[in-house]
């Protein structure tokens, strides 16, 4: 086993934990919700509205 000082055993451990992370991330990709205000002539004032994002 190599010798590893602190620093190098958290960049090590980051890293490896990282390239196991990573393509899982990718492929769950959710969609993203985006909250816009806009005004609504009917009401007479502003109103939220959701769009989705993918």
């Known amino acids: ?6 620093r ?21 990709r959710k969609p993203r919700v985006l909250l816009e205000l806009v ?3 009917a009401l007479g004032m502003m109103r939220a509205v959701e769009r989705i994002v993918r």
């Open 1 to 6: 086993m190599p010798h590893l000082t602190r």
């Open 8 to 28: 190098g055993f958290m960049a090590a451990t980051l890293a490896t934990g990282a390239s196991r992370a990573v393509p899982i991330a990718i492929k769950a």
């Open 39 to 41: 005004y609504d002539k």
